[in-house]
């Protein structure tokens, strides 16, 4: 990429093509156009755009004969799309004159967009980050994912509790898709399978499934930032194979075959949230191999069409294993290799380790998946088989390395044997891929000496790690507008194609001219969130205060209860001292509870209860103030990340395996309060100590504390604002007297708590009291808020799939044809 940004060639044709696509695919002219149709017009006028950059990029790699890179996800939260493509492209200057000149204002329209919220959090939005950077950088690439009819809930917040309402993405259309009824494959579920002799006289194994399900591809196209590259997202819809199951139809069962429909038809219906306990178990998996399936046959479809034999499989394609969702295709390509194109089961296992690669993201056990075997063995008869027979070879290797260890065959084989027997599928994982990383420095080393400390021990080169990263494009340039310019001003414009030149901020950190314009323009983000906070939930803040943020899903591990515990405390302090000059200050939370995890909802009760408490305590004023943002997304991160002065990343240390938010606050310049938890680890080692506020358990010490027996009772008893903010929830005080509300959380917290909330308790508050006395010379904070830009260059996702692309997949951006 050039240094100074190219600046994009004006486009004559655009408000043209708007009203054209008006006319002739959104069927209205101008006169009778909503804002939802010239929002489509102009959706549409950027798509055209973008998919002759994809005709380009597309021809380039067919004539390149390049590897292409598969990032396997069952969720891709890639948010809205209008205002990245446009930034993407160069044309959103252009787009926004455009639709002056036909009496339309782009910034509502951008406002109408509802995003795709097809994943649940961090993991989702990663792999959007992802698919970012990959065009960005050039690099020929797929992902593959679900198109879910219905994604991620929308979180309402009625009398203080979370209700879910079904999101309707698709109600209105959505215009970035590109549907292709000929990318279809059928995928087998159930039935059985039997041994035939081919006509080369030899022994082959046939599945004969229940019932089939057709997968159609749906293609978003995904614009790299001021290149002429496009790749495809291409995401699954299961439909049914036949109108009518004739032979059930013919038998007179005519409901049967309508119900078989729609099953099929069912089977990308929903997004699962990741945390719900034990729900949809069969559906789940239905979901995983229907995903997994339809993008290995489409990989060995582009084999074929670029006529490539397909022992190069490995050779063309490198596809990485987002977690373990999608980690049955271990088995499945070894399916279509052995069974489909009857390869030796050697060869096929050797395309199969070469091409596969596996990004844990969880060391939590509970997060760890497996599949019961009489689910497995009647939803995946073959494949079932398929997984024994990599089992046998694979322990068979593990008794040769350790002969006599069967204590160490039991921990690692593909099956859990103890009480109902399950496949775990971190395990087939790990076995299959050549390649498994941990997502941040610290989470690769647990990685290696827990979870997976056998697979480590046998392979120990196996193992490596990828610090996440977010992608600048949407979080700083398009969210933070205001803060982009005054980089370009202050360093030129070769920061956005490279994060790591914002270091040279560093010189600016204390530059009193410079700090004034820094903060002229954060306190200008943060008088937006203010302004829409008052019309959402009703709360006037003022922009001076201190916003303190703590925005993720409602998790125990990430213990938003120890923040809502602090705000109690504070809140007391307060009252008892009306006079006491503190850094006035604005708690925000925001985050969704999965829906049948009833603590994290109870979490989310607690906040609004304190919220109601202090935002209508007249002895408080302006001191304090709390809101729970609902429905946080996205959308709404444009929103809230740019606004932080302070950013939460509390985490019981060894819990989060990287954080990513942590990431986006600080390349807007929020300070981060955090445990060493995750990247934190890495962002403090970047911004120095001194411009961190690091409290807490380490992730050692949290080891240590439960073997010893953690008693979350001595915490309370030695110290007397811990106590009183306990016996005020007990009291009813934040539950409009109901003294039996936050019974559980509190019995929990005292009693079981597996994450220690108590235990970090005072050094948080402690810590917390640095951060305000910190707030007091702002000449300081500014000075640190700069540093943390300027140091946050490395947590671009850039960096990351550099590392992916180097260390793992072996690819790189074609060369250009001279
Ligand atoms: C970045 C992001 C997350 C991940 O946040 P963490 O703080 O890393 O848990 C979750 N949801 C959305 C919408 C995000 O943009």
């Known amino acids: 990429m050039q240094d100074a940004t190219p600046t994009p060639a004006t486009d004559p044709d655009f408000q043209n093509d708007v009203v054209r696509n008006l006319i002739c695919r959104q069927a209205r002219y101008p006169d009778i156009a909503t804002p939802q149709d010239w929002y489509m017009a102009l959706a549409f006028t950027v798509k055209d755009r973008m998919l002759e950059s994809w005709a380009a990029s597309t021809k380039t790699y067919a004539e390149h004969h390049v590897k292409v890179a598969c990032y396997l996800s069952a969720e891709f939260l890639i948010g809205p799309q209008l205002g990245c493509n446009l930034l993407s492209l160069g044309l959103e200057d252009e787009a926004r004159a455009a639709m002056r000149a036909l009496g339309q204002d782009l910034d509502a329209l951008l406002a109408l967009e509802e995003e795709p919220g097809l994943g649940n959090g961090g993991l989702g939005r990663l792999a959007a980050c992802y698919l970012d950077s990959l065009a960005t950088l050039e690099i020929p690439a797929i992902g593959y994912g679900i198109r879910y009819e219905f994604g991620i809930f929308d979180q309402d917040i009625v009398d203080g509790w979370q209700v879910e309402r079904t999101d309707k993405w698709l109600k209105m259309g959505t215009p970035w898709e590109i549907v292709r009824p000929d990318v279809s494959f059928y995928v087998c579920f159930g039935g059985y399978t039997q041994m035939q002799t081919d006509a080369q006289d030899r022994l082959r194994v046939q599945w004969i499934p229940a019932r089939q399900v057709k997968g159609v591809a749906y293609d978003v196209p995904i614009q790299g930032y001021r290149v002429n590259t496009c790749n495809l997202l291409r995401l699954w819809k299961s439909e049914a194979v036949e109108s ?21 038809e069912t089977l990308s219906k929903v997004l699962y949230p990741n945390d719900e306990p034990d729900v949809g178990k069969r559906l789940r998996l239905a979901q995983q191999y229907f995903f997994v399936s339809c993008s290995l046959q489409d990989m060995l479809r582009l084999i074929d069409i670029s006529h490539t034999p397909v022992a190069h499989f ?14 049955i295709a271990v088995a499945e390509l070894m399916r279509l290799l052995v069974d489909e194109r009857q390869m030796a089961w050697d060869d096929a296992w050797s395309i199969t380790l070469n091409t596969f690669a596996y990004t844990n993201h969880t060391l939590l056990p509970e997060a760890l998946e497996t599949w019961g075997l009489p689910l497995m063995q009647n939803l995946l008869p073959r494949l079932l088989e398929i997984i024994y027979e990599i089992n046998r070879r694979f322990l068979e290797e593990v008794r040769n390395a350790f002969p006599g260890d069967e204590a160490r065959v039991a921990r ?35 990685l290696r000496q827990t979870v997976l400390r056998d697979f480590a021990d046998m392979y120990p080169k196996r193992f490596l790690n990828v610090t996440n990263g977010v992608t600048p494009r949407r ?35 204390d530059d009193v001219a410079f700090q004034q314009d820094w903060r002229a323009i954060r306190l200008n983000n943060k008088a937006a969130l203010a302004g829409r906070i008052s019309q959402l939930v009703g709360v006037r803040i003022a922009p001076e205060m201190m916003f303190d943020i703590q925005v993720k899903r409602i998790h125990e591990y990430k213990r938003q209860h120890l923040n809502a515990l602090y705000m109690i405390c504070l809140y007391r302090r307060l009252v008892r001292h009306p006079d006491q000059q503190a850094a006035p200050r604005c708690f925000i939370f925001g985050g969704k509870a999965a829906p049948g995890y009833w603590m994290a909802k109870l979490m989310i009760r607690l906040i609004t209860g304190i919220a109601e408490v202090v935002n209508r305590d007249p002895v408080i004023g302006g001191r304090m103030k709390v809101v729970f943002y609902p429905d946080f997304n996205v959308k709404n991160g444009h929103l809230i990340y740019p606004a932080a002065d302070l950013s939460e990343q509390i985490s019981t240390a060894g819990k989060e395996a990287s954080g990513t938010g942590n990431m986006k606050f600080m390349m807007n310049g929020a300070l981060t309060i955090g445990t060493l938890d995750g990247a934190n680890v890495e962002i403090r080692q970047q911004v120095g100590g001194d411009n961190f506020f690091v409290f807490g358990m380490t992730a050692q010490q949290v080891e240590a504390l439960k073997r010893t027996g953690y008693r979350p009772g001595d915490y309370v008893q030695v110290n007397d604002e811990l106590r009183d903010a306990i016996d005020q929830i007990a009291a009813g005080r934040f539950s409009r007297g109901d003294k039996a509300l936050f019974a559980p959380l509190l019995d929990n917290l005292l009693n079981y708590d597996p994450f220690l909330v108590l235990a970090d308790y005072a050094d948080y508050a402690a810590c917390q009291e640095r951060v305000s006395e910190a707030w007091q010379d702002q000449r300081q904070w500014t000075q640190m808020s700069i540093l943390n830009c300027a140091r946050s260059g490395i947590f671009s996702s850039d960096r990351a799939i550099g590392e992916y692309c180097q260390h793992i997949w072996q690819t790189q951006k074609p060369a250009p044809r001279l």
């Open 314 to 327: 490995a050779e063309r394609l490198a596809v990485q294993l987002n977690d373990t969702h999608p980690s």
């Open 412 to 446: 690692m084989s593909l099956i859990d044997e103890q009480g109902e027997k399950k496949v775990r599928m971190a395990h087939l994982a790990s076995v299959g891929s050549h390649a498994v990383n941990g997502v941040a420095a610290l989470h690769s080393e647990l």
């Open 244 to 264: 009518f199951d004739f032979e059930d139809f013919n038998a007179g069962d005519y409901y049967q075959a309508v119900e078989e429909k729609v099953v099929s």
């Open 475 to 509: 979080f700083l340039m398009l969210s933070n507008p205001g803060l982009a310019s005054l980089l370009d001003e202050t360093l030129g414009a070769g920061w956005r194609s490279d994060l790591t030149r914002l270091e040279a901020l560093s010189d600016y950190a």
